[in-house]
């Protein structure tokens, strides 16, 4: 095989196709993110703080010998993002942020394992969420979804993106535009940039041994977005709602692989 060859298999307008072996390594780094936010799922509570998540999430990490991949990135100041409801992510970890009854809450988290990156992010409800709140984390839950299930080899990257948006849009939400998921693998943002909207059956195909980082963001109201002061915390712009879900997902010739489940399936 010529070296222009294989170059050509290795990558796909820039985007670098993962082995096999690559492909398990980020799995052990996307389990300990599973593990992690797990680990969150299970204390996050009426009365706790976001800081208190953060503690958390440190200790787990330490445990797991792994390290964050947020802390330090661009000079974020923790390991999790904690987003409660009108934030849409980047949320930054705060001990007088305390979760009330009715909360909703994105948790997005990161790990390095051995050189490899896992991300995932879950959106939680504390105490008893409204009716309204709850169909906006499903809707956005099952947009992911839908958009795992185009992760075949020979679709095209567009049809990730639309898959989110059409789902969403027809249940009267609005898909944010301004934050895109993304390629994955020895760095935590890798070509290509995962959109959650746009038309299908456009960008690049699909191929075996691409790793994506899919994350819808949808928003009750409007699509649009406000950055705070910090620089980081992304909110609504008309105070609605905001819901996220995240995965990591390998495109192998027997479909998607999801790395970051807890239990794959």
Request: hydrophobic share 40%; aromatic share 6%.
């Amino acid at each position: 095989m010529s070296a222009r060859r294989r170059l050509r298999e290795v990558h796909v307008k820039g985007i670098e196709l993962k082995t096999a072996a690559q492909i398990a390594k980020l799995r052990e780094a996307n389990r300990i993110v599973a593990d992690v936010l797990d680990a969150i799922a299970t204390v996050a509570a009426v009365g706790v703080s976001t800081w208190d998540l953060e503690m958390v999430a440190r200790r787990r990490l330490k445990e797991l010998a792994a390290e964050p991949a947020f802390l330090g990135y661009r000079g974020y100041p923790a390991v999790l993002c904690t987003s409660v409801n009108s934030v849409i992510v980047h949320g930054i970890p705060r001990k007088d942020l305390v979760l009330k009854d009715g909360d909703v809450l994105s948790v997005d988290f990161g790990a390095f394992k051995d050189g490899w990156c896992g991300d995932s992010a879950r959106t939680l409800p504390i105490g008893v969420i409204s009716d309204k709140a709850a169909a906006l984390v499903e809707a956005t839950r099952v947009s992911l979804e839908k958009a795992i299930e185009q992760c075949v080899p020979g679709n095209r990257l567009g049809d990730i993106g639309w898959a989110v948006q059409s789902y969403v849009e027809k249940r009267g939400y609005s898909v944010v535009e301004q934050f895109a998921g993304h390629g994955i693998g020895r760095h935590m943002h890798e070509p290509p940039q995962v959109m959650n909207y746009g038309p299908a059956g456009r960008g690049p195909r699909l191929s075996v041994g691409m790793v994506l980082a899919i994350e819808p963001m949808v928003n009750e109201g409007g699509p649009g977005v406000v950055i705070e002061e910090d620089g980081w915390t992304a909110v609504t712009k008309d105070g609605s709602l905001s819901a996220h879900f995240e995965h990591s997902v390998a495109i192998t010739e027997n479909g998607p692989l999801v790395l970051s489940r807890a239990q794959n399936g």
